[in-house]
């Protein structure tokens, strides 16, 4: 069965430092890749997406994450954090031509120390 | 504000009571989709409706019954629910399935408490 793996459930960082959030999938076909965002208290919000062209794709906020079709990855990265990314991040993947069943990771929450 | 707005956003009942939560979107997409959030679980597909037409039920117990009215509304019919079942439940909607290329907008989602 189709799968999306996030490795770190927990992070703690401090602000400035440089994070990576892993995220590999399970499935041989074509993919649109999402990472999804939540802040304390708010609903799911689009972090970037990438449907296709240039693996590396930046999105809000200074987040940026790149398609590696070879590892089945697409990490998330961010040179410098703030307090205000302490959020819980989630990768997506939707099966092209399997219908638009958007699959999620398990998340990971990201806690940010001032 | 995503556009999809979901009502109640907290919900307590008690096993034996019936009650419905509300999504509504004014995107002018054509699926919608329920999504469970749980603690420590992946977020899981519920239910899909595709141009009103429900296209995926996700092996959810039958206490549990979507309604797709229009393509701008969908409901979640519960009855005799059990504890367990107490999470937050994500409404979404994407401009329509068959493998173009879409993203979802979540609703803010409904905290139920099952007691």
């Known amino acids: 069965a189709q799968s999306v793996s996030q490795h770190n459930h927990h992070v703690i960082l401090s602000e400035a430092a440089s994070l990576e959030l892993g995220c590999n999938y399970s499935?041989?076909?074509?993919?649109?890749l999402f990472w999804y965002v939540q802040y304390p208290g708010q609903h799911l919000q689009l972090l970037l997406k990438?449907?296709?062209?240039?693996?590396l794709v930046k999105g809000i906020k200074g987040f940026e994450a790149e398609f590696i079709k070879s590892k089945f990855s697409f990490n998330l990265r961010k040179p410098s954090v703030q307090w205000s990314d302490t959020a819980e991040y989630f990768c997506?993947?939707?099966?092209?031509?399997?219908?638009?069943?958007?699959?999620f990771g398990k998340g990971t929450r990201l806690h940010i120390l001032p | 504000e995503t556009g999809v707005t979901q009502t109640p956003r907290h919900l307590v009942m008690g096993m034996t009571n019936k009650k419905s939560l509300k999504c509504e979107q004014h995107?002018?997409?054509?699926?919608m989709y329920w999504y469970k959030q749980s603690a420590k679980k992946p977020l899981e597909l519920m239910f899909v409706y595709n141009f009103k037409e429900q296209t995926e039920n996700n092996s959810v117990p039958s206490r549990f019954s979507p309604e797709c009215p229009n393509s701008s509304h969908l409901f979640l019919h519960l009855h005799t629910l059990q504890p367990e079942d107490s999470a937050l439940y994500l409404c979404?909607?994407?401009?329509?399935?068959?493998?173009?290329?879409?993203?979802?907008?979540f609703g803010q989602g409904t905290r139920l408490t099952v007691v």
């Open positions: 990438y449907f296709s062209g240039d693996p």
């Open positions: 499935y041989g076909g074509t993919v649109n």
């Open positions: 997506a993947v939707t099966l092209m031509n399997r219908d638009d069943k958007i699959i």
């Open positions: 979404a909607s994407s401009p329509g399935t068959g493998g173009s290329n879409t993203e979802a907008f």
């Open positions: 995107l002018g997409h054509n699926a």
